[in-house]
């Protein structure tokens, strides 16, 4: 229907999704400007999907921003915007720098990836000697912050601003993280295959190579726009990285990731997904692992990586649980599992435990994390959003006496 190079600003019509995100709604408020004739929808021949009359999305933006005192000018989903040619997501599917990641995540692999959104063009970063550094803490995010406090306060070219130079930290930071969750010392082979063969599974290097690529970016979220945040003070980018990693630990960010594996388990426990999802209900409990605001449908993240599984496996008892909690949780919620499911899937396959899926998620996000940090300190902005007072009005009469 439209090509990569089409700009929102240009197009006549957008997608739910697109709309909802301009405005900084819900799909319901969607819904109701359009019962209320204050945006035009029309249908898709073949599809139950509509499109939204651009023009009217913008006019109800404009009104809405020209109010100062809207709630909906609050940080959440969809504000605020920042320029970025990094990642790019757009029906149902994602861009890394214009490449489909998807076809990215069946053919390269990780180190590829990080050249690619460093923009290193012909230099090779990881060609450099590995760091000498091991941890001596569990791996985890505690001990990735603590490693990467320590090696970048010895690095001489944390704060370089080369791109070659800057390059090269990056693919230091993304070693070290490597081995935080080995283990073991830094090696040359790539993040895939190290990882398989200190997790002592081999045969899941194709799958971890997958969603490895597949954690790398996925635009704004929360623990990209923190790392972005720092990076904008002028701190470098162990620092940066840091904040990232303090920000995906947040059981609303990537600590859905652990949250999920744990539904597995328990499917796995009672040897019948449908069950472990009831129970779960039944409880009054959360069903981690479902759901995306930026897809309409399914996370194309969780599919690719449950399709690499797949390949690599066939007929695995635990695919087929994970498809019964899968075909479950959307009967309950109607929503399609995303990426924390998938890497739960992936460490539930081979017996690995909540850290080493979460380590995917952390060692394959580090990626995008240093581009965002890259991009945000060439851009020399500093982000410092203005907060809207909602607390007692000022009263000169008391003084500083209490009341």
């Given at each position: 229907m439209r090509g990569l190079s089409d700009s929102p600003?240009?197009?006549?019509?957008?997608s739910a999704l697109e709309a909802a995100a301009e405005l900084n709604v819900s799909r319901a408020t969607l819904y109701a400007y359009v019962s209320r004739g204050l945006l035009e929808s029309q249908g898709q021949p073949g599809s139950r999907k509509r499109l939204y009359a651009a023009t009217d999305v913008?006019?109800?933006?404009?009104?809405?921003?020209?109010?100062?005192?809207?709630?909906?000018?609050?940080?959440?989903?969809?504000?605020?915007?920042?320029?970025?040619?990094?990642?790019?997501?757009?029906?149902?599917?994602?861009?890394?720098?214009?490449?489909?990641?998807?076809?990215l995540a069946r053919s390269a692999d990780l180190e590829t990836v990080a050249g690619l959104l460093w923009?290193?063009?012909?230099?090779?970063?990881?060609?450099?000697?590995?760091?000498?550094?091991?941890?001596?803490?569990?791996?985890?995010?505690?001990?990735?912050?603590?490693?990467?406090?320590r090696a970048g306060a010895h690095d001489v070219t944390a704060h370089a601003r080369t791109s070659a130079a800057r390059a090269k930290?990056?693919?230091?930071?993304?070693?070290?993280?490597?081995?935080?969750w080995t283990g073991e010392a830094a090696s040359l082979r790539p993040a895939h295959v190290t990882l398989a063969?200190?997790?002592?599974?081999?045969?899941?290097?194709?799958?971890?190579?997958?969603?490895?690529?597949?954690?790398?970016?996925?635009?704004?979220?929360?623990?990209?726009?923190?790392?972005?945040?720092?990076?904008?003070?002028?701190?470098?980018?162990?620092?940066?990285?840091?904040?990232?990693?303090?920000?995906?630990?947040?059981p609303r960010h990537g600590g859905q990731?652990?949250?999920?594996?744990?539904?597995?388990?328990?499917?796995?426990?009672?040897?019948?997904?449908?069950?472990?999802?009831l129970e779960r209900l039944q409880r009054g409990d959360?069903?981690?692992?479902?759901?995306?605001?930026?897809?309409?449908?399914?996370d194309p993240r969780a599919e690719a990586i449950r399709a690499s599984l797949r390949a690599s496996v066939g007929d695995h008892p635990v695919l087929s649980l994970t498809d019964a909690v899968a075909d479950t949780g959307r009967e309950a919620t109607g929503l399609f599992p995303n990426l924390d499911f998938g890497l739960a899937t992936l460490a539930a396959t081979w017996a690995l435990g909540p850290a080493q899926a979460l380590g995917l998620f952390a060692i394959g996000r580090t990626v995008g994390w240093l581009?965002?940090?890259?991009?945000?300190?060439?851009?020399?902005?500093?982000?410092?959003?203005?907060?809207?007072?909602?607390?007692?009005d000022p009263r000169t009469d008391h003084g500083n006496r209490q009341p």
């Open positions: 600003d240009t197009r006549s019509w957008l913008r006019r109800l933006r404009a009104a809405r921003d020209a109010d100062t005192d809207a709630p909906e000018r609050a940080l959440s989903f969809g504000a605020p915007l920042l320029d970025s040619a990094i990642t790019l997501i757009r029906d149902g599917r994602f861009y890394y720098r214009g490449r489909d990641a998807l076809a923009q290193t063009d012909d230099l090779d970063p990881f060609a450099a000697p590995p760091p000498d550094i091991t941890p001596d803490t569990p791996a985890g995010i505690p001990a990735a912050i603590a490693t990467l406090a930290t990056a693919a230091r930071i993304l070693r070290l993280m490597i081995v935080v063969e200190a997790w002592k599974v081999p045969e899941a290097a194709p799958a971890i190579r997958t969603a490895l690529i597949l954690c790398a970016d996925h635009e704004l979220n929360a623990s990209a726009f923190a790392v972005r945040v720092a990076a904008s003070t002028g701190a470098g980018p162990y620092a940066s990285v840091i904040a990232g990693l303090a920000t995906l630990e947040g990731t652990p949250q999920t594996l744990a539904l597995i388990d328990e499917a796995v426990r009672l040897g019948d997904g449908r069950a472990a999802v959360s069903l981690p692992g479902f759901g995306h605001r930026l897809y309409d449908g399914a581009a965002h940090a890259a991009e945000q300190t060439a851009s020399g902005a500093l982000i410092r959003p203005r907060a809207r007072y909602t607390g007692p």
